[in-house]
């Protein structure tokens, strides 16, 4: 006795218009238009700083840029499919793979973390060795005299 079973196929839902994000869209057409109109100011304007309101214009609507890239990326579809191996869900035919690049990672890090304690280098939290800081400057700062004062700081 067998028993079939439907499964409904996935409806994304669809979005007209200007997309998903609407508000970033927004934001970039208005700062192109006020850029568009700055800008225009300080062409037909007949101002003495037109130079700034060119400039200002321009720069509104290279700034306008980051606007419609929010726009874009925003709207981007990514399969659900796709979406598995981003929520730890790991396909089948791919587990094996990670776990063999998972025990040459672990294997290799180990051997590099063992070869840097065997030869005496510091690693975190090993022994700490006694380091000498000497200073050499005129005397006159410190004191009246002008011999030359060393002074040494051991750690």
Same mark, same amino acid.
């Given at each position: 006795?067998?028993? %079939?079973?439907?499964?409904?196929?996935?409806?994304?839902?669809?979005?007209?218009?200007?997309?998903? $994000?609407? $508000?970033?869209?927004?934001?970039?057409?208005?700062?192109?238009?006020?850029?568009?109109?700055?800008?225009?100011?300080?062409?037909?304007?007949? !101002?003495?700083?037109?130079?700034?309101?060119?400039?200002?214009?321009?720069?509104?609507?290279?700034?306008?840029?980051?606007?419609?890239?929010?726009?874009?990326?925003?709207?981007?579809?990514?399969?659900?499919?796709?979406?598995?191996?981003?929520?730890?869900? @790991?396909?089948?035919?791919?587990?094996?793979?990670?776990?063999?690049?998972?025990?040459?990672?672990?294997?290799?890090?180990?051997? @590099?973390?063992? %070869?840097?304690?065997?030869?005496?280098?510091?690693?975190?939290?090993?022994?700490?060795?006694?380091?000498? !800081?000497?200073?050499?400057?005129?005397?006159?700062?410190?004191?009246? %005299?002008?011999?030359?004062?060393?002074?040494?700081?051991?750690?």
């Amino acid at each position: 006795m067998s028993t %079939s079973v439907q499964v409904e196929p996935v409806i994304e839902r669809s979005y007209g218009g200007v997309g998903r $994000c609407k $508000c970033a869209f927004w934001f970039a057409v208005a700062h192109d238009i006020f850029g568009v109109f700055i800008m225009m100011v300080g062409v037909f304007g007949g !101002l003495v700083i037109h130079d700034l309101f060119i400039y200002a214009g321009a720069i509104i609507i290279f700034l306008s840029l980051i606007w419609w890239v929010f726009w874009y990326s925003g709207n981007i579809d990514v399969p659900p499919e796709e979406l598995e191996d981003d929520v730890g869900l @790991i396909k089948l035919k791919n587990r094996r793979f990670s776990r063999v690049v998972r025990r040459v990672s672990g294997r290799l890090s180990s051997s @590099i973390r063992n %070869s840097l304690r065997k030869s005496g280098r510091p690693v975190r939290g090993g022994n700490s060795r006694d380091v000498s !800081l000497s200073t050499i400057y005129d005397g006159t700062i410190a004191s009246t %005299s002008k011999d030359l004062v060393r002074e040494t700081l051991s750690i």
